[in-house]
């Protein structure tokens, strides 16, 4: 086990695809984001499965779909209700296929998928952020700590990564590592930022976010945001700010491991469970930004980067752009492939893009991206977009290439018929071939009335 690979994964809550200088924002400073993908991989058409907090992060950490886990909306950490179900006790996480493979586990940060003081099975030491949502970016607050709650002073960044860097010091140099480090400054509230660098960004132009556009296919959610909408320069200044927050706390453990001697046996993923709008389309927020439910490429579209350090004494062409659809499901699989551990057999919608690390293609790679989020359906491929509410609608559907900005619905055109019929027979086939019927979100009851606990149970 001494020449496995450490594993460091970064899964950072609303932390959106197009929030990085390296991919494309002209006014972001991400240099360790940056680097990373400067000497690495980055996807530039990452998705999530489900553009919403907790079964996003569901997927990743299980490679099933949210109608295979049955987890179809965000946790209310506040509702006992909600905190007294073992919601992945019948699927098979990264943690525990790492754990039982002799790797030394750590999660740090957000979990948000229940019971957040306690250890998840898989995990060997247990950090993350408590019941207390929504949360404050600066404390004091309440963290779960191997099955305890305890109270800490400071930024929530600081004490995710110094925790973290705690337990590289402190591990068993003897054995490889896998750890998943939540950050959590990017989500709402976009205020209480570090008055430093928000004072940084006040003065920035912002031209990389689409301005004054509005959402016609239905209303805006989530009102407790609207004093974000009325001071939007701000709100943005603040969301800049988190992610250059981030992208220090990612740099301070890359430099713990180089210090510890291990960046040249770590392979390090960053990514996000979803996208986000900072004014995209008119809205703030993410799938449940909108009432219906939306899809819009910014709440589904996740930055992605690997990096290697292996990459140096392996001859592998770096850096590189892959434009192949990829997502959670595909990136569960893809880090078991990396560390040389089988999934167990189960009915597995990802695919393994390892080839893609090395350069490689894969032939008859996927050109087609399925989503979901209750009872909203979707299929996208490079050209068009179909969002498909069941039973009764609304739905859409997009020319990505004359409409990139998703404003004109053409599902009733006639010449699109023969499209459209194709789409929802694709998508049909998909599911049916995928989801477990007891779990699928069509079954979902009152989806979105997000802060009752039935809003995530299957009947």
């Not at 360790?32 to 079964?55: E, H, K, M, W």
């Not at 713990?256 to 389309?281: C, K, R, V, W």
């Not at 179909?386 to 609608?393: A, I, K, M, N, T």
Request: net charge negative; proline share 6%; hydrophobic share 35%.
């Amino acid at each position: 086990m001494a020449t496995a690979p450490n594993i460091l994964l970064f899964l950072t809550d609303d932390h959106a695809q197009w929030a990085m200088g390296c991919a494309g924002n002209s006014e972001l400073r991400t240099p360790t984001f940056d680097y990373l993908a400067q000497n690495g991989t980055r996807f530039a058409n990452a998705f999530t499965p489900i553009p919403v907090c907790s079964p996003a992060r569901a997927c990743l950490h299980t490679g099933r779909l949210a109608s295979q886990h049955g987890l179809h909306d965000y946790l209310n950490s506040n509702d006992p209700a909600v905190n007294s179900i073992h919601w992945l006790e019948n699927e098979t996480t990264l943690a525990q296929l790492f754990q039982a493979a002799g790797y030394q586990t750590g999660q740090f940060g957000k979990w948000h998928l229940g019971q957040d003081e306690h250890a998840a099975a898989g995990y060997d030491e247990w950090f993350s952020l408590g019941r207390d949502y929504p949360i404050p970016h600066e404390g004091p607050f309440r963290y779960g700590v191997n099955g305890r709650f305890q109270t800490l002073p400071g930024r929530i960044s600081h004490n995710i990564t110094e925790h973290a860097a705690q337990f590289l010091r402190a591990r068993d140099a003897e054995r490889p590592f896998f750890m998943t480090v939540g950050y959590y400054a990017t989500h709402s509230p976009w205020q209480g930022q570090s008055e430093r660098l928000a004072a940084s960004y006040r003065n920035a132009t912002f031209a990389d976010v689409p301005q004054n556009e509005t959402y016609p296919f239905g209303r805006q959610a989530l009102e407790s945001l609207n004093e974000t909408r009325h001071n939007p320069r701000e709100a943005l200044a603040q969301y800049y700010a988190a992610v250059t927050e981030i992208d220090t706390a990612v740099g301070r453990l890359i430099d713990e491991l180089e210090s510890l001697g291990q960046l040249e046996n770590t392979i390090i993923i960053y990514t996000a469970d979803h996208g986000l709008n900072t004014g995209h389309h008119g809205i703030w927020g993410k799938g449940n930004g909108t009432l219906p439910l939306n899809m819009v490429e910014e709440s589904i579209r996740v930055p992605l980067i690997w990096y290697d350090g292996r990459s140096a004494s392996a001859d592998v062409p770096l850096p590189q752009i892959r434009t192949e659809f990829v997502d959670h499901l595909d990136t569960f699989l893809t880090i078991l492939d990396v560390a040389g551990i089988a999934p167990p057999d189960k009915n597995y919608v990802g695919r393994t893009y390892q080839r893609l690390l090395h350069n490689q293609t894969i032939p008859e790679w996927r050109a087609v991206q399925f989503g979901e989020y209750g009872n909203v359906r979707m299929l996208r491929t490079s050209r068009h977009k179909l969002v498909y509410r069941y039973p009764d609608g609304p739905n859409e559907l997009f020319d990505l290439a004359a409409d990139p900005r998703e404003m004109n619905n053409i599902i009733n055109r006639e010449d699109m018929q023969t499209i459209v019929q194709a789409f929802i027979e694709r998508l049909e086939g998909f599911f049916t071939r995928y989801e477990d019927p007891a779990k699928s979100g069509l079954r979902v009851r009152d989806l979105p009335r997000h802060n009752s606990s039935e809003a995530w149970r299957t009947s």
